[in-house]
């Protein structure tokens, strides 16, 4: 789980986002990605894929900060792809 501070003024912005790979993000972008794909070290092959498309494993997320709120754009899973946000 990681705590998310604004870089400037140390507030608290978010608690709660698992990830088994970590988070990409930078002073310069409102983007943070969760389990980002540089960070994944994985084997291929059909087990691989089916743990991903069962499990959900692996899954990336990606959002926007706005306003002090962290607005989900969409969903990536490695064996499936990106899944729009309702």
């Known amino acids: 789980m990681h ?3 604004d870089g400037r003024t140390g507030q608290f912005i978010s608690f709660g986002y698992g990830s088994s790979m970590g988070l ?13 794909s540089e960070n994944a070290v994985v084997e ?3 087990f691989l894929s089916d743990m991903l498309r069962h499990f959900g494993l692996f ?6 900060l706005k306003d002090g709120t962290f607005h989900e754009l969409c ?3 490695g064996a499936i792809g990106i899944e729009a946000v309702r």
Do not use: D, H, W
């Open 44 to 46: 291929r092959g059909p």
């Open 24 to 36: 990409r993000y930078t002073l310069k972008s409102r983007l943070l990605v969760v389990n980002p």
């Open 75 to 77: 969903r990536e899973n």
């Open 3 to 5: 705590a998310i501070l």
């Open 59 to 64: 899954e990336r997320i990606y959002l926007e």
